[in-house]
Structures are given as C-alpha cells and as structure tokens.
C-alpha cells in the first residue's frame, strides 16, 4: 500500500510540474511583444550539415569558434563534437557552408567542449584554442594546416577544461590563457551549492612564449568559488586592463578588477546564487562603458526542484541578470527596467545589432536537455530588438526576424559568412543541428575587420555619425557559452547615409581616427 501510495505521489508530482512548464510555456511565447515593432528583414537559413551527437558519458556541450584560417579575410566556422565524433570546420562557398576539416587536419574525436581563436605566435596566421578531455590543446596554424600539441594537461581528478578565456595581462604582446574547469559529469551532482568537494578550480596561464605558460591562479587570486560555465575578460572600466568575468554554476557571479602588474581583486557584487551560464557583453546605452547579460535557468521549472542543498537562509536568484555598468566599477541591476524577467532556461547569449538600426540587440539560447518537459516542447532561442516603448528601452522578441530555434540551443555565434558586410548567425545546438542564418537586412551599416591578435585586445572603437555618438565596440574573445565570436566589428547605420569618423583607442591608449568612411563598406584594421 505504501509503494502505490508513493508511486501516486510522484505521478501527481509529474503533473503538477508538467501544469507548471505548460502555463509558463503559454505565458512565455507571448511574453513582452512591443507593440510597435518597425518592419524587419527575415534571416535566410542555409545549409549546415552538422548535428552534435550528445556521448552518454560527457556533458552535452560543444564548442564553437570563428576563425580565418587562410588569412584570405572570409571566416571559417569551426563546431566541436562531442566523445567519438569528428569536429568540423565549415567554409562558406556557393551558397551553403562545406566541411574541410579534414584537410586542414581538425578532424578529431576527442570530447571537445569550448575554443577560441587567435594568433597565439605572431605569425600572421590564426591558430585554434581547444578545451578537451585531455587537457588544453593549442592548434597552430601553418599555411592553413593544423597542427596541435596539450599545453595544459587535465590533472585534477574527475575534471575537465571548459571554456577559455583570452587578454594580453603583462602587454607583452601574448595572449594569456584563463581555463575554467568544471567537475566530470560521472561526478556532478545537480544543485549543488554547498559541498567544497565538488568544486574545481579555474587556472590563469602567463603566456611565456614558444607554446609555454606559467600557472599565476595563486599570485592573482582568480581561482573562483564555484565551477564555472563560462569565464571572459572585458575592460569594464576603460583604463587598459581587462577585468576577469566569471559566470559560476551554484555559485555567485564574480567580477575580478585588473589593478594592472598581474594584480586583480574580486568587486563585492553581489548577483545572489545561481545557475549562470552565458556571457554577453555589450555597451547598450551607448555611454562608453560595456554593460554584461548572464542568463540563468530562468523561471520554466519549480524552485523547489533547484534548491538543492541551499541552506534556508541561502537566497537562490533564478531570472536571468542585466548589469548597468556606470563606470568606477559600478555596476546595477536592470533586468526588470529593459523587461528580461520571467524568461526560461538558457545558456550562451550575444549582443549584436542584428537588424542594422543603430541599437544593439541580444540574441539568447534556450531549453535545458535533462529538463524532462523539454524533451517534448522546447523553448524557441530569442531574438531580442532593442527598442523604445512607453519611453523606456527593453529588450523585445521579433518573430519576423525568422531566428526562432526550437532545438537544445547552446550559443549564438555572429560571423559574416557571405562577406557582404552584415552579421550572419549560426545558433550552435547540444545533440542537435546548428543552423546557419543569413543577414538580410536592408539597413545601411559599416563593417571593421580587426586582425585576431593579442595587440587589439581590449581595445574599443565608435563611430560618429550626424545622429551623435553609436553604441562602443570592445574587441573581446571568449563571448557566448564555449564559444568565440568573429573579431570583425559591425555598426549599424539605420537609414543614416554617412558617416563623420571611426575612432579606434587601444588597451594601451593609442588612437587611430578614420574620417568619413564610406557607409556599406569594410575598413581593414592594421
């Protein structure tokens, strides 16, 4: 009697959480619509034949990264497989994106999760960063061929290097390494908040030259408190130094301020525990500064099912988090104020001005694959336009875009893939198909290729148009969940047909002005 009575109880369970993911489901897919949207172009989808196939054994992350491997100015897109499945590396060509990995030697099948792409020796040929089981692997690009070598073993046990992060700390001219490490998936243990066992430690690397590191985590103290999704660095405050983000699962968000001479310390934050997963980063109120997106496991399941083994007095933040950077390090709290509340489980998000009308826009990935109700009804990926509503900024979904992306959405990746000066998007998917989308905005815009080096790392570009001052671009890697976005710079224009400078200021302050650029072109960056 006791067995049925118990069987019962987890029947009702079931039913009252499937209720639960139905009405938030019904409520989410019309959620937050403006009212009035200006008309878009819908993107095109090409095809992308490439479908992650999940290992039961590893976490279902792949990793993505964009890369121009024969420094011919046209990206390739490189998407990581999971245990036993080949990696591929995509090119654009008549209409469609084609594999050639394996002639560029990146066909591999070991358990890749994050990458990152830059010139890591000066050489003038971007190579490839790759987190895998075994260790940190640097893929160094000869002529277009890869070749590749572990300069970060995995030796702490049951872990795994996840993400990477990229910035030039000494201003040397080296890229410097941050590894996130996560515990192995044959050890985690869901909502876990509390147990010191089950975290693993990030590790920053001092970039020695010659493929050699130095490990400073202690001398830095950048650890972290928690293991970490996705770790990046960004200038937060426009002195040079790029600060250390880290998103943290079961844990806080930490902020580390660069003091400069391998120096940081940790800002008093405050973001309350929670499940954070993706980074963007984008200066959304155009003021200079750059303002950070962290989604969250959102509102689509119970808290009673994500509290874990948080004490009563633990507070558990389950929306996704807004940051308005004001500049000296502050930073508040405006997720409400730009109407991002009440959303699902997401991960990697974007800041990007999809539609070319002068304001960024935030592009977000959805659903959740051991989440059960997802299994059957999935949350579609968001295509966020920033607009003006009761004179007031938020940030609105526009369906007519045609981004919607009803899979286990990991990232969003922004590259150009037709070179036609407009960003293309790709939504990188966990045991499913990536998609690849074509920009067909009609909207004016200006396009900046910057060289993928540790020089430009750090450094910020605007323009100044007759409307007054754009949004600020910082040129960051590591940006999304496990992914790199392109290094190319995007400005839309809207209907404006002229432009009155580009000013570019590296970490170091040096500036370069570009006066009247031409509007629908490229400027290639030295």
């Known amino acids: 009697m006791k067995k049925i009575l118990s069987i019962l109880l987890v029947l009702i369970a079931l039913v009252l959480i499937g209720l639960n993911y139905l009405d938030f489901f019904s409520s989410e897919e019309n959620i937050r619509q403006a009212k009035n949207i200006p008309a878009v172009e819908k993107f095109k989808e090409i095809q992308l034949d490439f479908v992650h196939s999940a290992h039961p054994e590893r976490f279902p992350f792949s990793g993505a990264a964009v890369i121009d491997v024969d420094a011919n100015g046209t990206m390739e897109v490189f998407l990581s497989g999971s245990q036993d499945q080949s990696n591929g590396l995509f090119e654009y060509k008549n209409g469609a994106l084609v594999d050639i990995s394996q002639s560029v030697g990146l066909a591999h099948t070991e358990a890749t999760y994050g990458a990152a792409a830059l010139d890591m020796d000066n050489d003038h040929d971007t ?39 990229l910035a030039d700390l000494n201003h040397d001219g080296l890229a410097d390494l941050y590894i996130s490490n996560f515990v192995s998936a044959n050890k985690f243990a869901p909502s876990t908040f509390n147990d010191p066992n089950h975290i693993r430690y990030n590790v920053m690397l001092l970039n020695k030259g010659d493929a050699l590191f130095e490990d400073i985590t202690d001398q830095t103290g950048t650890a972290g408190v928690q293991n970490t999704f996705h770790a990046a660095f960004v200038d937060l405050d426009n002195n040079g130094e790029q600060d250390l983000i880290l998103a943290n699962n079961t844990g806080p968000v930490e902020i580390f301020k660069n003091k400069g001479n391998l120096k940081f310390e940790p800002l008093d934050l405050k973001s309350g525990l929670g499940y954070w997963m993706g980074l963007a980063v984008g200066d959304i109120d155009k003021d200079g500064d750059q303002d950070l997106f962290f989604s969250n496991i959102g509102s689509s399941i119970p808290t009673a099912l994500v509290r874990g083994d948080l004490r009563d007095e633990q507070d558990l933040k389950l929306d996704w988090l807004l940051l308005e950077n004001s500049g000296n390090n502050q930073l508040s709290d405006i997720t409400a104020s730009y109407e991002l509340t009440d959303y699902g489980f997401a991960w990697g998000a974007v800041f990007e001005d999809i539609n070319l009308d002068g304001e960024l826009d935030l592009l977000v990935a959805q659903n959740y694959i051991n ?126 047909d002229s432009i009155i400078s580009l000013t570019v200021t590296m970490a170091n302050g040096e500036q370069q002005t570009i006066t009247n650029p031409a509007i629908n072109s490229t400027i290639a960056l030295n």
């Open 127 to 165: 190579d490839l960063l790759l987190a895998q089981d075994s260790g940190v692997w640097l893929y160094s690009n000869n002529n277009g061929h890869f070749s590749g070598q572990n300069i970060y073993p995995t030796t702490v046990s049951n872990s795994f290097p996840l993400t990477i992060g």
């Open 371 to 496: 989440w059960p109700p997802h299994k059957t009804k999935k949350l579609a990926g968001k295509a966020f336009t920033q607009l003006s509503e009761n004179d007031s900024n938020g940030f609105y979904q526009v369906d007519a875009l045609g981004l919607d992306n009803p899979y286990y959405g990991q990232t969003p990746l922004i590259v150009d893939l037709n070179t036609d000066g407009k960003p293309d998007l790709i939504w990188l998917n966990m045991n499913g198909p990536a998609r690849a989308f074509i920009n067909q905005s009609q909207n004016n815009y200006l396009k900046v290729s910057v060289p993928d080096t540790a020089q430009y790392l750090g450094a910020t570009l605007f323009l100044e148009t007759s409307s007054g001052r754009s949004y600020s671009k910082q040129i960051m890697a590591n940006i999304g969940f496990a992914s790199d976005q392109t290094p190319n710079v995007f400005f839309g224009l809207g209907k404006l």
